[in-house]
């Protein structure tokens, strides 16, 4: 069984900064492909960030330079460092994991951003 939570989230000013978490359990976090994603209200969710299990990143052009996602296999867990924070950035943060045979989903963490 694999359960992923993510941490982090909370209320920020316009040009501020964040680290999200993601813990995953279970012993296949090393191989897995890992993801953070965004929905905001009203809005579809829609993927942020994605780092493979060696370590290659890709990122949505809305965040690139802003955003950087990391992983540290020995802990399980996944980052998602976010600066420059702006108004389009709120939404409830999800992480993911895949695998060729499956994938799974945090309960999200809220990103707040507000004067």
């Known amino acids: 069984q694999v359960q992923l939570v993510e941490s982090g989230g909370g209320l920020v000013q316009p040009g501020g900064s964040l680290r999200l978490s993601c813990a995953a359990s279970?012993?296949?976090?090393?191989?897995?492909?890992m993801g953070w994603y965004r929905q905001a209200p009203g809005k579809q969710r829609e993927w942020v960030a994605i780092?493979?299990?060696?370590?290659?990143?890709n990122y949505a052009d809305s965040v690139k330079g802003r955003f950087t996602i990391a992983r540290d296999n020995v802990k399980n867990t996944m980052y998602l460092q976010m600066n420059s924070l702006e108004p389009e950035d709120p939404a409830v943060y999800y992480c993911?994991?895949?695998?060729?045979?499956?994938?799974?989903w945090g309960q999200g963490t809220q990103v707040t951003v507000s004067s």
């Open positions: 993911r994991m895949t695998t060729e045979r499956r994938m799974d």
């Open positions: 279970g012993s296949i976090f090393s191989i897995s492909t």
């Open positions: 780092i493979t299990s060696g370590g290659t990143t």
